[in-house]
């Protein structure tokens, strides 16, 4: 009855939706930069005195810093969330992100100030990290505690548009300065344009982000006394009560996240480099799937509220532990089309998975400290599955000359979210406003 009530509260979900989608597209802009920066030109650039391995793994290991960053930030955004409110947090996470993203694009490189140069790059990615670790939870929690209990999949699949949202947006900024710079150009400064004009960007997601309103489960769960003592500290609290939930949250994105990065990141990497192709074939092989990987996630989130995001994502786990196994054999092939299937397919399976996340792991929590437990889990997550999955592609690469190992590992980190998502129960006819551990609903047969 609760989310009942809630539902019908003069909320203009559309406006919410949009809001947290543009938020999100512009934050997952801002990290995806960065991967495409990492795996073109901060080697060169600021690791000069290193071979071209080394400096390849030092710039892949600065990209890794923005996911140990990323629970920093859960704790920190998802505490004051929790105590504060989702709306006023979400602000903070985006004026985070995107100071730090222009910053990078006004950097001098090792040429110019030495070792000060990766130490100033660092340090920033460690912000954009801390940003981006308060800003998935939030929205999710925006966009699903507005939603009616019987959309939730659906208005939290709109936050995992933004990763496609970002992706092609960053993509497309690279491949336009691709095509209209020469190489000297480009490496000179036209890499540095797309991290400057993401401050255009923030300035549009503040503009929608001001416009709505809290979320009303967080306003009801403020005048509750014994919640009220809870969210004091809410990551202690949602560690000691909900400790099963956030460690198979957290392993349920293992694979998402790093079989994930290792396509968009690390794939530039070895496609150019190992494979001898243009680059330009990558990006738009890339940038053609996420259409896919958009319909994807919607029609996932849509199936999730009704059979179950349980049964959902165990189907695509499943899909993407056959489909880790052939994705470098068809990648090694060469040729055009079965590499354009081969990043199709796997981020068509990647967007199944992520559709029903953001309801998935909201209804896992009590209200006093979802913020805390959903960014906890998914945020640990990343930093155990896309944190170390570039180095560690480019690592086993290296070991033997050939995908072997590195298909061996994302076969391997798809098995443990399989897992993870069989150790959960199911959770789409959850009430919002009930605490599941009081009330659980029983596990899927």
């Known amino acids: 009855m609760a989310d009942a009530a809630i539902a019908k509260r003069p909320t203009n979900l559309r406006r919410i939706a949009a809001a947290c989608m543009a938020g999100t597209t512009i934050e997952w802009y801002d990290f995806y930069l960065y991967g495409l920066a990492a795996a073109l030109v901060f080697g060169p650039q600021f690791f000069t005195a290193m071979s071209p391995f080394v400096a390849t793994l030092a710039s892949f290991a600065t990209f890794a810093v923005g996911f140990i960053a990323r629970p920093v930030g859960g704790i920190i955004f998802g505490h004051f969330g929790d105590r504060l409110g989702r709306k006023s947090v979400l602000v903070w996470s985006l004026l985070l992100m995107g100071g730090s993203t222009f910053a990078i694009g006004l950097l001098p490189t090792y040429e110019h100030i030495g070792v000060w140069a990766p130490i100033l790059l660092v340090t920033l990615r460690f912000l954009?990290?801390?940003?981006?670790?308060?800003?998935?939870?939030?929205?999710?929690?925006?966009?699903?505690?507005?939603?009616?209990?019987?959309?939730?999949?659906?208005?939290?699949?709109?936050?995992?548009?933004?990763?496609?949202?970002?992706?092609?947006?960053?993509?497309?900024?690279?491949?336009?300065?691709?095509?209209?710079?020469?190489?000297?150009?480009?490496?000179?400064?036209?890499?540095?344009?797309?991290?400057?004009?993401?401050?255009?960007?923030?300035?549009?997601?503040?503009?929608?982000?001001?416009?709505?309103?809290?979320?009303?489960?967080?306003?009801?769960?403020?005048?509750?006394?014994?919640?009220?003592?809870?969210?004091?500290?809410?990551?202690?609290?949602?560690?000691?009560?909900?400790?099963?939930?956030?460690?198979?949250?957290?392993?349920?994105?293992?694979?998402?996240?790093?079989?994930?990065?290792?396509?968009?990141?690390?794939?530039?990497?070895?496609?150019?480099?190992?494979?001898?192709?243009?680059?330009?074939?990558?990006?738009?092989?890339?940038?053609?799937?996420?259409?896919?990987m958009a319909t994807a996630m919607v029609v996932s989130a849509i199936v999730s509220d009704r059979i179950g995001r349980r049964t959902v994502s165990i189907a695509a786990s499943i899909a993407l532990v056959i489909w880790s196994a052939v994705f470098f054999p068809l990648m090694d092939t060469g040729n055009t089309w079965l590499i354009l299937l081969a990043i199709t397919v796997m981020n068509g399976i990647t967007g199944t998975l992520f559709g029903p996340q953001a309801a998935l792991f909201s209804e896992l929590f009590g209200t006093s400290v979802r913020y805390s437990g959903v960014t906890l889990g998914y945020q640990v997550g990343a930093l155990l599955g896309g944190a170390i999955a570039p180095t560690i592609a480019a690592t086993l690469y290296e070991v033997n000359e050939t995908s072997t190992l590195i298909t061996v590992y994302m076969v391997g980190v798809s098995v443990i979210s399989l897992l993870s998502f069989l150790g959960l129960a199911e959770t789409h006819r959850r009430s919002l406003a009930e605490d599941p551990q009081a009330a659980k609903a029983p596990q899927a047969a």
């Open 128 to 292: 954009q990290g801390v940003g981006l670790g308060g800003e998935w939870g939030g929205a999710a929690l925006m966009a699903v505690e507005h939603a009616p209990s019987n959309k939730r999949g659906l208005y939290g699949s709109f936050i995992s548009l933004g990763i496609p949202a970002g992706l092609v947006l960053s993509n497309a900024a690279f491949l336009i300065l691709d095509q209209v710079t020469t190489n000297d150009v480009f490496n000179s400064w036209g890499w540095r344009v797309p991290f400057l004009a993401s401050v255009l960007l923030v300035f549009v997601g503040l503009w929608v982000r001001l416009s709505v309103e809290e979320s009303p489960l967080f306003e009801q769960a403020q005048k509750k006394q014994q919640e009220e003592r809870d969210r004091r500290l809410p990551v202690i609290t949602v560690l000691r009560r909900y400790p099963k939930e956030v460690t198979l949250a957290a392993g349920t994105y293992i694979a998402n996240s790093g079989v994930g990065y290792i396509v968009i990141v690390y794939l530039l990497t070895y496609a150019t480099s190992v494979l001898k192709l243009p680059r330009q074939q990558i990006l738009m092989s890339i940038l053609a799937s996420m259409a896919v």
